[in-house]
């Protein structure tokens, strides 16, 4: 099984400040496609987890532009560019490359 | 507008079963993929299992092969998870999610429905 690895797992930031998320594969999320299909969900409390970002840097409608995808290969970022109160919530990352589909194990994002 | 509704979950007897059912709107199951996903209390995500839109091929996680069943029927555009055999590590919300939608996967989830195995 392909194995997600996400740093920190607890990120508390300024409002108004950036804030960055990782996600290490342990191994490469190109599919036969030519694709990378890594995605990145957000999990507010209390609610069912959204779906920001697909395809490594595709923000899904809706979705405000502080919030951009990068990466290729293994190594994959989600960064903020200025937090917000409403962006605190944890964050996942997400392959769906190859099954079983696997997921980090999420990064809790707090305001100081 | 897209929606998708679990229902079915509650309390159960370790070794016992129980049905999920995830009912769609806003799109056709014939024509999509569909997840199941969950998630224990305070933990992370788990994917569990995959229809195709042709109800074939289908997928599963180790944790619940050979204990859980995805189906779907079209014409109630509802997808299913017939759950067997439950054991404690099984307590979780249990989510359902859409598959490929265009370039997008898992685009759209349920608000969940709560498993509880105990006795």
């Known amino acids: 099984d392909i194995v997600l690895t996400q740093t920190p797992l607890s990120s508390p930031v300024t409002l108004g400040q950036p804030a960055s998320i990782s996600c290490r594969s342990s191994q490469s999320l190109v599919y036969s496609d030519g694709d990378t299909y890594l995605s990145w969900l957000q999990q507010r409390p209390g609610q069912p987890p959204r779906l920001l970002i697909y395809?490594?840097?595709n923000r899904l409608s809706g979705v405000p532009d502080r919030f951009s995808g990068s990466g290729a290969g293994t190594d994959f970022t989600l960064k903020i560019s200025r937090v917000e109160a409403e962006d605190v919530a944890v964050y996942y990352c997400?392959?769906?490359?190859?099954?079983?589909?696997?997921f980090g194990q999420g990064t809790k994002l707090e305001i100081k | 507008e897209v929606q998708l509704v679990e229902s079915g979950g509650g309390l159960v007897q370790p070794g016992g079963s129980l049905r999920l059912s995830c009912a769609a709107s806003?799109?056709?199951?014939?024509?999509?993929?569909m997840n199941w996903v969950r998630q224990a209390p305070g933990k992370g995500l788990e994917w569990l299992s995959y229809?195709?839109?042709?109800?074939?091929?289908?997928f599963y996680a180790d944790s619940v092969r050979g204990r859980f069943t995805i189906s779907k029927d079209n014409a109630k555009n509802s997808l299913y998870l017939q759950m067997n055999s439950l054991r404690a590590e099984d307590t979780a919300i249990y989510y359902c999610a859409r598959g490929r939608a265009g370039d997008i996967l898992f685009g759209q989830w349920g608000q969940g429905t709560l498993v509880t195995v105990s006795s």
């Open positions: 997400m392959q769906v490359t190859e099954y079983p589909y696997t």
């Open positions: 229809i195709s839109s042709s109800g074939s091929p289908i």
């Open positions: 395809k490594i840097s």
């Open positions: 806003g799109f056709t199951l014939s024509s999509s993929e």
